[in-house]
């Protein structure tokens, strides 16, 4: 089944499902990043993160996840969020917020992928959130949403790059779009303002000294001591290499209602972070990605600031 009278259709519906962008890409095997991605492996950049090295193929060749997969459709979600926290507060990373992505963009994904069922036909396929060996920034590079930054984010000349990437990989054949240019030029601003110095050189990040890993994918009692005093006051997640781009002047506040913040977890002061107790935990993120951490996760985290 090849046509490509079906491309506007579906970006069509990705606009009206909240999706900011929706572009393809043949589902074929990733030759430029075997090598990366083996190098990235080897150096350990990818700390305890061990899941990082297993499905090694499979992270490589859509075609091993999807039977006769034919097509990769990538689309970007924006979550910048209309206000932030206290300023004199630990920090949570904007994407965190709300309510947990996985679960919003998913619910996104199966109306989009029953949609095309009752539209086009009997396509097969599968939804991917950031939850499988997905390489989905590379995917969403070549469907042509953006070029891969120094600091291995994603950015669009358009919206910069606080946006979620999600794909749908499908067993129709679509023409791809292409990829797009690299605009990041001689700017190094998320490379000098990294605390942790976990961005190396450009385009290469040590992931077991990001501040991301080390406050939700490092399962350790204690934190590195090495890190004493470069967390910048941030307790989950970390937005610096974002917050810094340049591009990120042209973030739009996400018009995703599920992702809007709860008004308290802006205006909690350290004192009451500090002071924080499975009740207020469970309430403040009972939908949240949050929840990863766990109470005890947290508390680590934040006695790790003071």
């Excluded at 794909?167 to 303002?193: H, N, V």
């Excluded at 961005?199 to 490092?218: A, F």
């Amino acid at each position: 089944m090849k046509s490509n009278n079906y491309k506007q259709l579906i970006k069509n519906k990705a606009t009206e499902l909240g999706f900011l962008y929706c572009g393809f890409s043949k589902a074929d095997f990733l030759e430029e990043e075997a090598p990366r991605l083996e190098k990235w492996l080897n150096l350990n950049y990818h700390g305890k993160m061990s899941y990082m090295a297993n499905y090694f193929d499979k992270r490589l060749d859509p075609r091993l996840l999807v039977d006769d997969a034919k097509t990769v459709i990538s689309l970007l979600l924006n979550y910048y969020p209309e206000e932030i926290q206290n300023s004199e507060s630990p920090k949570v990373s904007k994407y965190a917020y709300g309510e947990d992505y996985h679960t919003v963009i998913k619910d996104k994904l199966r109306e989009f992928h029953q949609f095309l069922r009752e539209n086009i036909g009997e396509i097969s396929g599968r939804a991917f959130v950031d939850s499988a060996p997905v390489m989905d920034k590379v995917w969403a590079k070549k469907a042509g949403l953006g070029w891969i930054g120094k600091n291995s984010n994603l950015i669009h000349p358009n919206e910069g790059s606080f946006f979620f990437i999600a794909e749908l990989i499908i067993d129709l054949e679509i023409e791809p779009d292409g990829p797009m240019k690299d605009f990041c030029g001689t700017c190094t601003k998320c490379i000098d303002s990294c605390p942790t110095e976990a961005i190396v050189q450009p385009y290469l990040v040590d992931g077991s000294k990001c501040i991301s890993y080390l406050t939700i994918e490092l399962k350790d009692e204690l934190l590195p001591n090495e890190f004493k005093g470069k967390m910048d006051n941030w307790m989950f997640g970390c937005d610096i290499c974002q917050d810094v781009c340049p591009w990120n002047r042209f973030s739009k506040s996400t018009n995703e209602t599920r992702f809007k913040p709860n008004p308290i977890l802006l205006e909690l002061t350290t004192n009451q972070w500090q002071e924080l107790n499975e009740d207020v935990f469970n309430q403040l993120f009972k939908l949240s990605a949050v929840k990863r951490t766990k109470l005890n996760g947290l508390k680590r985290n934040i006695k790790f600031l003071g």
